[in-house]
């Protein structure tokens, strides 16, 4: 019955985690379940997986933010 809501109007979505610009991990608030953006910027479900290389992205593209100064 949880699920019936999901159904009929898709997943209540929150963001939980803010990996990058473009990539947040998400809570869907009927169903508890945990979903993610993809490469493709398509929604996918949070896998074990997707968390780690989540997580090594959000390492990177915070890095990536403080070194705004050009290289030479
Ligand atoms: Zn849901």
Known sequence: MKNLYCRL??????IKNEITKFVKEYTCSQCGKHYTTSD?????????????INKTLKVLY????KLKQPVY
């Open 62 to 65: 915070n890095k990536r933010k």
């Open 9 to 14: 109007f898709n997943h209540d979505l929150i």
């Open 40 to 52: 493709q910027g398509e929604l996918i479900p949070l896998t074990d997986k997707r968390r780690e």
